[in-house]
């Protein structure tokens, strides 16, 4: 390792800390940088097992400000709620409505009542985590910008190309085709299909067409359709005023697919470069 990465982990852990969600302490929010008003963007990851680029997101936060949430319990996607003596799986980027929070327990946990003491605490605890997400943010200040890092694997599911997940610009196109209600355009441009940004604003969606980059737009109609409320961030945000912007990139599961690092660099250094510019047509 070099000395510039020693350095760079020492000042990382001299800048980081862990908050921990108190009705469950064994899941924890890790917090590199600190929110600001100057630069005014939140960058968060909510899924544990997505981390290819983290390292190099928290370089960045380090050099340009602002803040980065990472959540965390045991590495794996799925977070599990104890409600002894039963566990209840939850995903936790579909929390952040209380519609989105019914549908996350029942999907997760199948056998699971709804008319039971565990489904109405899963529902509060799920409640309170996004509550503690959002604040950790720097609360709903329309001001703020919320970066999502993820990364989704090869393809998608019945791709005929042993695909996994329904993360893809194909998938996505073809959802868009089928009249999904979540979706208003789809931009394909170059690169690989699991490379792309979701955004919430038509003006970064111009922006990333004109540039070349793969992208998808958000649908409004998501804030007022129950159909379509599945508890996203990105539903949170446009709900709540608040520009969105999640970067994609490939990662390689079980030695399937690729570990799109560069890729995600630079869609970040891309999105740096936005937040920073004045002129949001740029």
């Known amino acids: ?22 009705p469950q302490p064994n899941i924890k929010l890790e917090v590199i940088g600190q929110v ?28 340009r400000g602002g803040i980065f949430v990472i959540l965390r ?19 936790p980027n579909r929390i952040f409505t209380k519609k989105g929070r019914r549908k996350n327990i029942i999907r997760h946990n199948p056998k699971l009542r709804t008319n039971t003491y565990v489904f ?22 329309t001001s703020r910008s919320w970066v999502a890092i993820h990364n989704n694997t090869h393809g ?22 089928k ?24 003006q970064d969606f111009n922006a990333m067409e004109q540039s070349g980059w793969n992208a998808v737009l958000q649908h409004p109609q998501v804030v007022t359709d129950p159909s379509e409320d599945y508890g996203s961030l990105s539903l949170f945000a446009q709900k709540s005023g608040i520009r969105y912007i999640n970067i994609e990139a490939e990662r390689s599961t079980s030695n399937f ?16 470069s936005r937040l920073l510019s004045k002129n949001t047509n740029l």
């Open 1 to 22: 390792m070099s000395v510039y990465n020693l350095n760079v982990n020492f000042v990382f852990l001299l800048l980081s800390q862990i908050v921990a969600f108190s």
């Open 36 to 63: 600001t008003d100057k630069p005014n963007w939140s960058l968060f990851a909510p899924h544990e097992n997505e981390n290819v680029a983290n390292e190099y997101v928290s370089q960045q936060i380090l050099e």
């Open 73 to 91: 319990q045991e590495g794996k996607r799925l977070l599990r709620l104890e409600i002894k003596p039963f566990e209840v799986k939850i995903d």
């Open 120 to 141: 109405h605490r899963a529902m509060r605890l799920s409640a309170a985590l996004a509550k503690l997400i959002v604040s950790t943010m720097g609360g709903t200040e």
């Open 156 to 177: 998608y599911l019945g791709d005929n190309k042993q695909g996994i997940g329904n993360i893809s610009m194909v998938q996505y196109q073809q959802k868009l085709a």
């Open 179 to 202: 009249g999904a209600g979540f979706i208003l355009a789809v931009s394909k441009k170059y690169g690989d299909e699991d490379d792309l940004f979701f955004v919430t604003e038509q």
């Open 257 to 272: 697919g690729e570990n799109h690092l560069v890729e995600q660099q630079q869609m970040l250094d891309y999105v740096f």
